[in-house]
T-cell receptor
Framework: NAGVMQNPRHLVRRRGQEARLRCSPM?????VYWYRQLPEEGLKFMVY????????ESGMPKERFSAEFPKEGPSILRIQQVVRGDSAAYFC??????????????FGPGTRLTVL | AQSVAQPEDQVNVAEGNPLTVKCTYS??????LFWYVQYPNRGLQFLLK??????LVKGSYGFEAEFNKSQTSFHLKKPSALVSDSALYFC????????????FGKGTMLLVSP
């Protein structure tokens, strides 16, 4: 059973370009979470999605950031018009249907975004 | 709002000695507590969790954690540290409301010297 997969592992963009980060959850998991890890900081929750639904986007910046988890295919975190402050490691996690909230989340290896 | 505090940015311990990585939490309902470990340039790996039951929880790689409700703490422990335990450790909490967002601490870097 493959774990959570993220690609690309490393992404370099120039200021003003768009960044697209992909996440394929573990088989059988229908819940996806995105986190951002900035240098010297912990993980900050960004968004929680189920298939075709955004459940909680309270951690997403109001502008330039969006996320989706379509019926088919991976979850996408999209950052438009990137700025240097967007440079960070972005982690995706997945969990099975949380009938109760004690299921642990399984993390992918992350995408390290560098904005030049 | 829920929060996690990891008061030590770094913990240094000699190989073979016991280690403790501290974590305190704040949550409105009953806490579900987790420890994760992150090796350089890798994602987070789940170590252990407390949901209910025994206050001492055993997890992967010989780690354990003790839940203390009165002190709102969930310290990570290991009786004998290994150099290979050197990594970044995160404590996380969510409440029992059925909503699955995890709140993480800032992380504690554990350095085990030979």
């Amino acid at each position: 059973n493959a774990g959570v997969m993220q690609n690309p592992r490393h992404l370099v963009r120039r200021r003003g370009q768009e960044a697209r980060l992909r996440c394929s959850p573990m088989k059988g998991h229908s819940h996806v979470y995105w986190y951002r890890q900035l240098p010297e900081e912990g993980l900050k929750f960004m968004v929680y999605l189920q298939k075709e639904n955004i459940i909680d986007e309270s951690g997403m910046p109001k502008e330039r950031f969006s996320a989706e988890f379509p019926k088919e295919g991976p979850s996408i975190l999209r950052i438009q018009q990137v700025v240097r402050g967007d440079s960070a490691a972005y982690f995706c996690a997945s969990s099975p249907k949380p009938e109760s909230s004690y299921n642990e989340q399984f993390f992918g290896p992350g995408t390290r975004l560098t904005v030049l | 709002a829920q929060s996690v505090a990891q008061p030590e940015d770094q913990v240094n311990v000699a190989e073979g000695n016991p280690l403790t990585v501290k974590c305190t939490y704040s949550v409105s309902g009953n806490p579900y507590l987790f420890w994760y470990v992150q090796y350089p340039n890798r994602g987070l790996q789940f170590l252990l969790k407390y949901i209910t039951g025994d206050n001492l929880v055993k997890g992967s790689y010989g780690f354990e954690a003790e839940f203390n409700k009165s002190q709102t703490s969930f310290h990570l422990k290991k009786p004998s540290a290994l150099v290979s335990d050197s990594a970044l450790y995160f404590c996380a909490v969510r409440d029992d409301s059925g909503y699955s967002t995890l709140t993480f601490g800032k992380g504690t870097m554990l350095l085990v010297s030979p």
